[in-house]
């Protein structure tokens, strides 16, 4: 079980914890050392003096053997003093082989300090050491000798030493206090900066910042290490920043899309209503006219009317008839188009004269309204290949649509480039062969200039108007598509509209070649 380290030391910083472990460790050693010593001192001076105190034993025996031989008190007593003065000895006593004390000594002048019957050996009391031992002359024990000596030069030596210990221990103290202040600072510094990185960090929220490594031990180790998981850490919130931003621009992208899925399937919806209404309308308005004039025609025939008005009724039947069919002939065109079904008879021709040929087809609605048409040539004559049917449908229905949306007595130009064209709304320049229609009608809608060409569209400024289906536009596009070319309408700034195409002057369409 790890010992639970005492409470004190929890709150300490880990510099004070260093320097309270070496001081500790150095103090521990001094402590045991200066205890040891103690004791090793301690013993070996005991020693000493029950050795000293033997010889001087000995030594009264020795002084005193004739004086108890001869039985004289007086000389014993007189060298018993005269050695005991001189040996520091605080009572000294001899006694006869009986036990009878024979002569004694007393620093202290005591009366009789000599115990009855002393043990034989030496012991030490609190404050002295006793030794009792026999006087032998000649293998004979003749009496026997007591001393006494007190213990005050170990103590005070000892007393001496605990007051060199404390000085010492004081003196160390201060010395391993400065010496580990300097030490410490080989771990707690490393340890306080990785801290203070730390602290910076989680302050900050900023993971560029980076422990300095100061040296190549656990504590470098442990700096790498940090630093790697803060470059992991950075390189992770990096990758789910991206990842983020990039889930947010999906989601962007998505909803976008489906928004325009949405538009276009509702736009969808409503062109579809639109056409039915559109073409119920178209379909109705020729089918009501050749029913109503063939009735017409029949009661004429009844009631013998004159042939000039029976002619009038079938004119109209007629145009209807035409109007019908021609209906139907954008739908059939318009799906073979799509289809890929229409066969394209690519021919060199100039598209100037196809030009002329599609005015003069539509000068009774010119003349019907009182449009003055104006047609500027272009500088070299405009020869393309093309199919000269389907370009006759395009010029047809752009210059029908002019005529259609323009107020009587305004004016129509048609223009024709062998060059180029510049599309304003795509800032582009485009080579090859063009012609634009530009009209002072109505105009389209900004936002819808790009529209009128989808399938059964028809602009805002038109839609109440009766007539059309939305188609004449979608099968122009298809037309200059197969041609290679690009065809769009922009606004004039004085009103009206202007539509333009452009085709490559040059086919490379294998149809060309079978032409
Ligand atoms: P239609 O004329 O039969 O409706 P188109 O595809 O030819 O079909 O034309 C589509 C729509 O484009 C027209 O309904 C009209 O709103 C618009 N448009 C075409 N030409 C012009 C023009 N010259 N001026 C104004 N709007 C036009």
Known sequence: MVKKIPDVFHGLPIKRKLMAMIMATTLTALLLVSVVSVIYYVA??????????????????????????????????????????????????IYLPSGEIFAFFSVRRDENPCPKAPEYGHFFSKNSLKLYQNIIVNNERIGSVYIESNLSEINGNLLRYGLYVILLFFIVTVISYFISSKLQKVISDPISHLVDTTKAISGSGNYSFRAVKASDDELGVLVDAFNRMLTQIQERDKALHYAKSDLEKRVQERTRDLEEAKEAAEFANQAKSEFLANMSHE??????AILSFSNFGAESIVSKTNEEELLHYFSRIRDSGTRLLSLVNNLLDLSKLESGKMDFAMKKGNLEKTVHSVIGELQALIRAKNL?????????????TFDQLRMVQVIYNLLSNAIKFSPEGKKITVSIDSASAYDSAAKEKLPGLAVSVKDEGIGIPPGELGKVFDKFFQSSKTKTGAGGTGLGLAICMEIIKEHHGRIWAENNQEGGATFTFVIPKEQEDKKDAAA
């Open 372 to 384: 003055l048409i104006i047609v500027n040539p272009p500088a070299d004559p405009p020869i393309a």
């Open 44 to 93: 070996e001076a005991r020693r000493d003096m029950v050795h000293d105190l033997q010889m001087k034993s000995g030594i009264i025996g020795n002084r005193s053997a004739a004086a108890i031989l001869y039985d004289d008190r007086k000389l014993a007593k007189e060298k018993l003093n005269a050695f005991s003065e001189k040996s520091a000895i605080e009572i000294s006593c």
């Open 283 to 288: 379909l109705r308005t020729p089918m009501h």
